[in-house]
């Protein structure tokens, strides 16, 4: 019963998370639009940035708790999860075309921040200044994101989502109304990390696991609702280009402005069997589906269906790890 307890506690923090989280955006979006703020930055800084929220708040928080497995499991599993369960659900539905303009370069940004996450934490700890190298390259990330559409580029289609601020549905009118938005994010956001953070690890210490399984499993899929919920809708409206721009533009924020701030925060520490395995699953569902973009295969029912049935795989292969069957 006791553990039971605790994980409708962590559920309930994830669902305070992606609700918080949602609320800060959209509050965020809308002060920004009154303060005159062009809507592509907005878009490149304020969304961006604000739907990793909760996979920021997490980590965070656990680094803070002391609890840096479950930080670094959420970022990584988190990782997989867009790979594999992201892309693969909608798959299922209608077949993602993966020829969408800036798709590759997404997919290399993608693919180079797994492997220097994965390098990092070769060493078994990521520190400060390694997480301040991370959290820089994100900055450039965006600085460049904006720069090429500012320049008249063609945008992948997840930027013209998010640059489409001024069409998103939702955004508070009044002064008050978008104080509310904003105050109400700000305290649910750590609210819902804290239930989060301190539920998961009780979880772990009751089922003797390892809290960096929780994050890989539990937390991981919780905090990639919101991904795969974009991406579902996309591919329910015939726009599956935008669920392969948002499962690996996630990807890129997971790993420098989440790894980044974390790491700033305290010592990711990185156990064995996390670099030896989630790790380089992580690295090999990026080459995966990078294959599938830079030989312009459409990811199909099939394809769908063997990501689906390998992310099963993965799973299972954690519960073993862990001991638990």
């Known amino acids: 019963m006791e553990i039971f307890i605790h994980f409708l506690w962590l559920a309930a923090g994830v669902f305070i998370l992606l609700f918080a989280g949602d609320i800060l955006v959209r509050g ?53 999860a867009n790979m594999l369960l992201v892309l693969g659900v ?15 370069r997404n997919v ?11 390098l990092l934490a070769s060493n078994g700890v990521i520190v400060f200044w390694q997480g301040a190298m991370l ?8 600085v460049y994101l ?8 063609e945008m992948a289609a997840d930027i013209r989502e998010l640059a489409d601020v001024e069409h998103m549905q939702g ?15 700000v305290i649910g956001l750590p609210f819902g990390g804290h239930l989060v953070g301190s539920h998961g690890v009780s979880i772990a210490e009751l089922m003797h696991v390892s809290d960096a399984i929780i994050g890989l499993t539990i937390v991981a899929i919780g905090t990639s609702l919101p991904e795969l919920t974009t991406s579902v809708i996309a591919a329910l409206r015939g726009q599956g280009a935008l669920a392969v721009g948002n499962a690996f533009g996630s990807n890129i924020f997971n790993v420098f402005a989440v790894g980044g701030a974390s790491a ?6 990185v156990s064995p ?46 519960v073993v790890r862990a001991g638990l069957i």
């Not at 739907?51 to 670094?72: C, D, F, N, Q, R």
Request: no cysteine; hydrophobic share 60%; glycine share 12%.
């Open 28 to 80: 965020s979006a809308a002060l920004a639009q009154r303060w005159g703020v062009p809507p592509l930055i907005i878009g490149l800084t304020v969304v961006a940035l604000g739907t990793s929220a909760p996979e920021m708040v997490v980590s965070v928080g656990a680094v803070l708790k002391g609890a840096p497995g479950l930080a670094i499991g959420n970022i990584v599993g988190s990782n997989i």
């Open 90 to 104: 909608p798959a299922l539905i209608a077949p993602i075309v993966t020829t969408a303009a800036g798709t590759r």
């Open 108 to 118: 290399m940004f993608a693919l180079t921040a797994s492997i220097i996450l994965t």
């Open 135 to 142: 959290f820089s390259l994100i900055i450039i990330y965006l």
């Open 146 to 153: 904006f720069t090429q559409a500012r320049a008249g580029m």
């Open 171 to 185: 955004l508070p009118k009044s002064n008050g109304t978008i104080a509310a938005f904003v105050l109400i994010g």
């Open 264 to 269: 700033m925060a305290g010592k990711l520490t």
């Open 273 to 318: 069997s996390l670099f030896h395995y989630d790790l380089w699953v992580m690295v090999g569902a990026s080459v995966l589906l990078g294959i599938f973009v830079f030989a312009r295969i459409k990811i199909g029912r099939l394809a769908g269906l063997t990501l689906l049935l390998a992310y099963g795989a993965y799973l299972y292969g954690l």
